[in-house]
């Protein structure tokens, strides 16, 4: 009943804004790739520093209070049309999150299960394979500069997951069975490319990752959540 009530909507919600990504970059692909002969494919490092934290469905969960994170990998830009991309590759992110339930709960580590009190914050820390898969819109070269919008889904592949408590009963423990294996999110962000001299660029930019799967699993009888992770971070990179 609480999960008809609270997760359902979010899930439809979820949904819906998946499909209409979608959508948009059928309609994309389907209008830029008939014009366009040459395909060019491009290649970007980057380190991107961010801030994360959890948000989720329930009142009486506490999510408050940010971390500091970071994600690096390797980009790959597929050009279909002379101002529009295809985008993938793969990257490790590190992101986190703090919880407070209401009540005392269990947590399962990866050696023992240990009870957590009511009112003791947990820190969570996680780390992701990610393989994105998105659509880069671009304008033309403007001086060196050249300006750009990416947005798609994004799959996340849980590597390890680590938590803390306030209380010291868990220091930075594993805690991999309570977090769930494959995650999904969606992206947004807009940035710059500035140009160094033929193909290479110093790449800046901001993005917005929301992730729409459940990170947990609710061991032990904990009442149902839907928790999500959010991260804003900074793209500091190079293009070749």
């Known amino acids: 009943m609480f999960m008809q009530k609270m997760g359902v ?24 790739s008939p014009g366009f002969a040459q395909k060019t494919t491009t290649f970007s490092i980057s380190v991107d ?16 209070g940010a971390e500091l994170g970071i994600s690096y990998g390797l980009a790959m830009d597929h050009f279909f049309s002379e101002k529009y991309a295809l985008s993938t590759g793969v990257s490790i992110s590190s992101l986190g999150g703090n919880l407070m339930y209401d009540d005392t709960v269990l947590i399962k580590t990866a050696y023992d299960t240990v009870e957590i009190p009511q009112g003791n914050g947990i820190r969570y820390r996680i780390k992701y394979v990610n393989i994105p898969f998105g659509l880069k819109l671009k304008t033309v070269e403007i001086g060196y500069k050249t300006f ?56 800046g930019g901001i993005y917005y990752t929301h992730s729409f799967l459940d990170i947990t699993k ?11 992770s959010n991260m804003i971070s900074l793209k500091i990179g190079v293009l070749f």
């Open 148 to 203: 750009f919008v990416d947005l798609g889904l994004k799959a996340m592949f849980r590597i390890s997951a680590k938590a803390s408590a306030d209380n010291g009963l868990l220091n930075k423990d594993k805690v991999e069975d309570e977090i769930q294996l494959f995650n999904m999110a969606y992206f947004f962000g807009a940035g710059m490319e500035y140009s160094l001299g033929g193909s290479t660029a110093i790449v």
């Open 9 to 32: 909507p979010v899930i439809e919600s979820s949904v819906r804004f998946v499909k209409n990504i979608l959508f948009c970059l059928v309609i994309v692909i389907l209008a830029g």
């Open 218 to 228: 609710d061991l032990f009888g904990k009442q149902p959540d839907y928790l999500n």
């Open 49 to 64: 520093p961010a801030i994360t934290w959890f948000s989720n469905d329930r009142r009486e969960l506490d999510t408050k």
